[in-house]
């Protein structure tokens, strides 16, 4: 018996630690890109170049200097910002409204029209560039942030339909009522009652549709020459036909990473309620 229960114990660390050797290397194997990307934009050009790779060095700050005073990275970030936070408040507000519509009244149809919004988001970007630049031209709005600012709503505005849509369904319609029962309007019931049961929803539902707009390229590149490039447009230009600037690349992930990790570390608490709010019924 003594003998038996210490197979099972034996075999219980064994199993232990192969869980935690696979754990670790599927760890390293996610995060040495990450890892190879930000030492590599600390790498001056002397050292990126070497082979063998080296991984003890001097960090230098040469990539940067250079991203921001001769690749205009300055003009594309505040680009990245401007368009992206607006473009990512017009589909949150437009689609939350939407949303709100499609899941609390009874439309005849609402269900196909959901759906038919739904595909929108699956049609191929680079369907849609020609249309656009032909549109552009024709409006005289090409190389402008008000184009991408457009662009980028409508691209955001079916997942933003689509994910609220779930999160409203979530929420009793009883709360609503109990509120106009005590005098409040249908806008009122839904700004006091219901908009901050969504807060773990919206706060998700934003992190996603920002990063999609962030991290977009070929719309970006496609539409704007030189006043609206955003940072990923600069990023790319790292790439040139007989070389590529791993360094100057590595800088341009860095400064657009950035960013991000800071938005989701502020939204962490909510992101976190978010993603499972929908997930469990009852």
């Not at 099972?8 to 390293?28: E, P």
């Amino acid at each position: 018996m003594a003998a038996t229960l210490a197979e099972h114990r034996a075999r219980q660390r064994r199993a232990a630690a192969l869980y935690w050797a696979l754990a670790l290397l599927a760890t390293a194997f996610f995060f040495f890109p990450v890892f190879w990307m930000f030492a590599s934009a600390f790498k001056s050009d002397a050292v990126s170049s070497t082979y063998p790779p080296v991984f003890l060095f001097a960090p230098s700050l040469e990539n940067f200097a250079h991203l921001f005073t001769e690749a205009g990275a300055g003009r594309a970030l505040w680009n990245s910002f401007f368009i992206v936070t607006l473009s990512t408040l017009l589909a949150m507000i437009a689609g939350t409204m939407a949303a709100y519509a499609l899941a609390r009244f009874d439309l005849r149809g609402k269900n196909t029209l959901a759906l038919e919004i739904l595909s929108i988001r699956m049609l191929p970007p680079i369907v849609s560039v020609i249309p656009l630049f032909m549109i552009a031209r024709w409006l005289g709005v090409f190389d402008t942030p008000w184009l991408l600012i457009a662009v980028y709503t409508l691209t955001g505005l079916p997942f933003v339909v689509w994910i609220m849509r779930v999160f409203i369904q979530d929420i009793p319609q009883s709360v609503e009522e109990a509120a106009m029962i005590d005098g409040c309007g249908r806008i009122e019931a839904f700004w006091r009652v219901t908009l901050p049961l969504l807060l773990p929803g919206l706060a998700a539902t934003m992190v996603i549709v920002f990063m999609f707009a962030w991290n977009e390229f070929l719309l970006a590149s496609l539409l704007t020459s030189s006043e609206a490039k955003t940072l990923p447009v600069i990023a790319a230009n790292a790439i040139k036909p007989k070389a590529i600037a791993f360094g100057l690349a590595c800088a341009a992930g860095v400064v657009m990473s950035v960013p991000v990790i800071v938005l989701v570390l502020m939204m962490q608490k909510y992101l976190v309620q978010g993603l499972t709010l929908g997930a469990v019924k009852g």
